[in-house]
């Protein structure tokens, strides 16, 4: 019987996700044997003709990481999605933008004009910019046009499961592939991660009190938090309220608070906005004042309470452009 067909595509992301196909290690070996990978840039040498030459539907399942930034991107992934029958977004940047999605807070022309011209390491004095089409003299070499904002993948074309994390831990991963050769997938739209919050597995939840009164922001590079207590109510912002398990509370692990990366619950639609406002009803003020230098504290609250979902969040509006 023909194995089935499976494709692995990066959009705008580091390569983690990448890595985490890797980080399988032994594990890999029963996938690669039970399924036929018929695309993995970053491992495996198949071009985009050898996906345009496929029927509609011959993939079974196409994982997809990144966020959509390029031309080249949506062009990939309109075509993964014809050829596919199952599509994940994979990882938190095609789920809910990640944090390539920080670049909705700037417009296009701003990005380059600060990557390309007024970064203090840049020399640029003839003002050259990346072109869409350069004359080599051997043949012409083009670049795939930047759009103007950046976009989940779901944003652009219709997907069919989600698996969250930057990256997503190996066994989560090994647990959806398991799923996805046993037939045995949840409904259509589910995120395949528990839905608990990261806050009911923390091995430091007993020590979160019941009431959290905050009256002053701490932030890790110049404090010292015991590996036992609940960072929230030393001070610390943690988003493990407002975001759902199934990393193996990692961050925390490594005495580090939570920043979100596997989303939020089904039931909330903006993280950001979700995490917002229970951090308002901790802050333990009256006083107008302090409230403000309390908040003032906060540094940079858009990149920390959106560090993983601006694009998917209901400010995203806000950043709405033409793609
Ligand atoms: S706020 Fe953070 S440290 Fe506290 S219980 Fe939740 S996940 Fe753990
Ligand atoms: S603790 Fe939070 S930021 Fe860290 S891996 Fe888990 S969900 Fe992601």
């Not at 003839?126 to 103007?148: C, F, R, S, W, Y």
């Not at 199934?246 to 993280?271: E, H, L, W, Y």
Request: charged residues 25%; negative net charge; aromatic residues 8%.
């Amino acid at each position: 019987m023909a194995k089935p067909k499976v494709a692995f595509y990066w959009c705008a992301s580091c390569g983690g996700c990448e890595e985490a196909i890797v980080d399988l290690a032994e594990n890999i070996l029963p996938v690669v044997e039970a399924v036929d990978i018929v695309l993995w840039p970053v491992a495996l040498d198949f071009k985009r003709k050898d996906i345009e030459a496929m029927k509609d539907g011959e993939i079974a399942v196409s994982f997809i990481n990144g966020a959509i930034r390029s031309e080249e991107q949506e062009e990939m992934v309109k075509l993964l999605r014809r050829k596919s029958q199952i599509v994940i977004a994979f990882g938190s940047c095609a789920y809910l933008g990640g944090i390539p999605g920080l670049a909705n807070l700037f417009t296009r022309q701003e990005i380059l004009d600060t990557v390309y011209f007024d970064a203090p390491s840049v020399v640029n004095p003839n003002k050259i910019l990346p072109q869409l089409a350069t004359d080599m003299g051997e043949g012409e070499v083009t670049l795939p046009e930047l759009h103007e904002c950046v976009k989940t993948l779901d944003q652009v074309i219709a997907v069919e499961y989600y698996i969250p994390g930057c990256a997503p831990p190996p066994d989560l991963i090994s647990e959806a592939l398991t799923a996805i050769l046993e037939g045995k997938l949840p409904a259509v739209g589910s995120v395949l991660a528990p839905q608990k919050t990261l806050c009911d597995t923390c091995p430091r939840k007993d020590s979160k009190p019941e009431k959290i009164s905050v009256s002053e922001v701490k932030r890790m590079a110049f404090t010292q938090i015991p590996d036992d207590k609940c960072f929230l109510s030393e001070g610390v912002i943690c988003l493990g309220p407002a975001t759902i398990s199934g990393c193996g509370t990692r961050c925390i692990n490594a005495n580090m608070p939570c920043r979100g990366c596997f989303g939020p619950s089904k039931a909330v639609k903006d993280q950001g906005a979700k995490f917002l406002s229970a951090f308002a009803s901790l802050i333990d003020s009256e006083d107008e004042e302090e409230i403000k230098k309390i908040t003032d504290s906060v540094i940079d609250p858009a990149g920390l309470f959106y560090m993983f979902s601006l694009p998917s969040s209901l400010k995203a509006k806000f950043f709405e452009r033409e793609v």
